[in-house]
């Protein structure tokens, strides 16, 4: 754990805690839900809002100065019901008894939010995507492909709209890193 970083109450942190890396100055905050059965890398100040939950069984990693809003969903594994036509589709439905165990199909793919991206309230982030530098992602998008950097992207599923502008403090920042 970096320092000066802020957990609030109510935060749980389930099966394997120690597989949780939180940079320097970052803030989880009140009932934030972690399930935790792969790596998640926090960066540097990183805000992640109330009662927003994190899947890993596969890895997550969350970059620097990046915005985790109120209830926002991230899975690196997800539960699909498919059938042999429909194994591209990205399906998102909980564990059914009813369901025959040859149509059932779990997904476990790493998930990447890079710096300064912002998730918005109850956004859905799904197995294998990877959200770019400086993204923004709309309230209740579900995200189910790659996003772009600096891109803003609305909708079920997600889609980019409109390129975001880039504020001058962080166009410095990439000139320093090409």
Do not use: W
Not at 62 to 71: H, L, Q, T, V
């Amino acid at each position: 754990m970096g320092k000066g970083v802020q957990i609030d109450s109510k935060v749980v942190i389930r099966h394997q805690p120690e597989m949780v890396e939180i940079g320097d100055f970052s803030t989880i905050y009140s009932n934030v839900h972690f399930e935790v059965h792969g790596p998640i890398k926090i960066g540097k100040y990183v805000d992640i809002s109330p009662y927003a939950y994190i899947q890993s069984a596969a890895e997550v990693i969350i970059g620097d100065f990046a915005c985790i809003g109120n209830g926002v969903k991230i899975y690196a594994e997800t539960n699909t019901y498919k059938t042999p036509d429909q194994r591209e589709k990205k399906i998102l439905l909980s564990f059914s008894c009813s369901t025959p165990p040859e149509l059932f199909y779990i997904e476990k793919k790493p998930v990447i939010i890079e710096d300064n991206a912002y998730l918005g309230t109850n956004s859905v982030v799904l197995p294998g995507v990877r959200i770019g530098r400086g993204a923004i992602v709309g309230a209740g998008a579900v995200v189910t492909k790659d996003i772009p950097p600096h891109m803003i992207a609305v909708g079920v599923p997600a889609r980019p709209v409109k390129k975001r502008p880039i504020p001058e403090s962080e166009k410095e920042v990439l000139k320093e890193e090409i």
